[in-house]
């Protein structure tokens, strides 16, 4: 059964940094396009970066210039550095990776809260 495993949310204050990993399990499991959602309380979900071919990007307009998507295929892993981060940002974060035979793949969800 794949999973996508998430880690690395938590309090920061506003600037701070942080980095999310999505780790896909069974690591042999690929997948060519990956993306980051979130979804603030009482908000829709949103996509905040998409990945694929591990080059190709696209980012939410107010997470540009901060956030970055990335890939380590050796670890199967998909990260969001997140820099100069704002209230606003605050939300449940969610990894993704769409299927054309089934149901999409979605993460637990890790919190990011961005408080002083």
């Known amino acids: 059964q794949v999973q996508l495993v998430e880690s690395g949310g938590g309090l920061v204050q506003p600037g701070g940094s942080l980095r999310l990993s999505c780790a896909v399990s069974?690591?042999?499991?690929?997948?060519?396009?990956m993306a980051w959602y979130r979804q603030a309380p009482g908000k829709e979900r949103e996509l905040v970066a998409d990945l694929q071919r591990g080059y190709i990007t696209k980012y939410v307009n107010s997470v540009k210039g901060r956030f970055t998507i990335s890939r380590d295929n050796n670890k199967n892993t998909v990260y969001l550095q997140m820099n100069s981060l704002k209230p606003e940002d605050t939300a449940v974060y969610y990894c993704?990776?769409?299927?054309?035979?089934?149901?999409?793949?979605w993460g637990q969800g890790t919190q990011v809260t961005v408080s002083s």
């Open positions: 069974p690591p042999f499991f690929t997948f060519t396009h």
């Open positions: 993704h990776a769409p299927r054309n035979d089934g149901p999409d793949y």
